[in-house]
């Protein structure tokens, strides 16, 4: 058989199987070659908002050959529909972001759209991107690797999913649980802060005991350093920064070190 790539390996998967934290980008703009950017800096991941933002899906394709030219891992945060979840898995994604997950339900449609038989009913597709167009591996050993490759993330981000999460994590195939706290603070009727962190705190340690990795946002105005520390302490192991915050961030810096010195 002719010489194939095969199914490279999730570097952010096997990062957070050694008890490590992965660090990634949200992408809420279509830009490959800041993607790139961040992979020479050093990311582990980018994660692709097709949730909030018109990407359309050859630009996404665009951005995950830019990830994986430079070393990170490609996960697309998307609609938990199996057939958008199908075309971005054989496009090259290795993970997937499931946003709004509030049942058992929501999580086995998500694990069952991302991974083959027996873990799943993904429709088979090997002479793809993700299938390294055919060659250099069987269609079994496709499969396999794809399975195990393939990073499964469900946004818990509504009461209902709080009440639901024991049932949520009974999901096998399940990798990760990110808590949107935005989303939680509307769906409790906006009340103080600290009892939203308080709810997702707890659900950390659920997260953890069943086994599973906790995913966070990491604000460029908190203690960077602190939050990491307390992630970690948490269970967690993939945690997102915005590109827009750095830029802002770097660019707010300089410019008050350019007013300092000019005057």
Request: hydrophobic fraction near 40%; charge should be negative; include cysteine.
């Amino acid at each position: 058989m002719a010489s194939g790539r095969g199914v490279p390996v999730n570097k952010t998967k096997a990062k957070a199987q050694a008890g490590q934290i992965a660090q990634g980008a949200l992408m809420t703009f279509h830009s490959p070659e800041t993607v790139e950017m961040l992979g020479a800096l050093g990311f582990d991941f980018v994660t692709l908002d097709l949730e909030h933002e018109a990407y359309d899906e050859l630009a996404l394709v665009h951005s995950i050959r830019a990830a994986e030219a430079f070393g990170m891992t490609a996960i697309v945060r998307l609609a938990n529909d199996p057939d958008l979840v199908l075309r971005l898995l054989d496009g090259g994604a290795q993970g997937i972001h499931i946003p709004r997950v509030n049942t058992k339900r929501d999580a086995e449609q998500a694990v069952e759209a991302s991974r083959f038989y027996p873990q799943g009913k993904r429709t088979f597709y090997a002479t793809g991107r993700s299938g390294s167009y055919g060659l250099g591996m069987t269609e079994e050993e496709y499969a396999e690797a794809s399975n195990r490759e393939t990073l499964v993330i469900l946004q818990v981000e509504e009461q209902e999913g709080i009440e639901n999460l024991d049932d949520i994590l009974s999901v096998d195939g399940v990798d990760a649980i990110q808590f949107g706290p935005k989303d939680l603070w509307q769906s409790m009727g906006m009340p103080d802060r600290s009892e939203v962190w308080k709810i997702i705190d707890d659900s950390l340690v659920k997260v953890a005991e069943a086994g599973r990795w906790g995913s966070m946002v990491c604000w460029m105005d908190s203690d960077v350093k602190t939050a990491q520390a307390r992630y970690k302490e948490q269970g967690v192991r993939l945690v997102t920064v915005s590109p827009k915050e750095l830029l802002a961030h770097g660019a707010g810096f300089y410019l008050g070190q350019a007013a300092q010195a000019t005057g």
